[in-house]
């Protein structure tokens, strides 16, 4: 059987996740777009953890009043381009969700974070700066709050979902 790890997401209200994904369908090659719009957390949490991100991730979300957050611009990904995200407030949910899996986090999931929403990838480089280009001209600011977070299984390119906790409401 394939490794199939667990992805944690920070998960966007409607509005925000629609505009996305349509800039996301529109950019994205078709033939690699197994995924709508989102925020990934954490890209590969080991499935022996399962029982314990099924406990965890529900708990912390109820903490946590829904996060503000902006889209800022642009984020330059060398073959790609996502929106950049300023968000304290879900880097710190995200840090805390880290230090309880000290120690069984990949080197990816190690490094701090930059919150963004991929919209293309693994394009050349070339596609990537003329659609950065034609973008830049584009109001992308947005303000938002996250609404909660989501895990996946991540199954060779599609994922699969398994849950979704919403923040506590303010």
């Known amino acids: 059987m394939a ?6 997401t920070a998960e966007l ?24 719009a989102h925020v990934t957390l954490f890209h590969a949490l080991a499935p022996s953890l399962r029982e314990e991100v099924l406990g965890f991730l529900p708990r912390i979300a109820g903490l946590y009043a829904a996060p503000d957050a902006s889209i800022t611009g642009l984020m330059d990904l060398g073959k790609g381009t996502a929106l950049r995200i300023e968000s304290p407030a879900m880097v710190a949910i995200r840090d805390e969700i880290a230090d309880h899996f000290h120690g069984t986090l990949t080197a990816q999931d190690s490094h ?21 280009q034609e973008l830049a001209g584009q109001p992308l600011e947005r303000h938002f709050r996250f609404t909660g977070l989501g895990l996946h ?10 849950g979704r906790w919403s923040f506590r409401r303010t």
């Open 3 to 8: 490794f199939e790890p667990f992805i944690v």
């Open 13 to 36: 209200p409607r509005d925000i996740f629609a505009w996305a994904n349509g800039l996301r369908r529109a950019h994205f090659p078709p033939e690699r777009n197994h995924l709508e």
């Open 153 to 162: 299984l991540y199954k060779g390119g599609p994922w699969e979902a398994l």
């Open 112 to 132: 701090p974070i930059r919150l963004h929403i991929t919209v293309q990838n693994k394009v050349a480089r070339e596609a990537a700066k003329a659609l950065q």
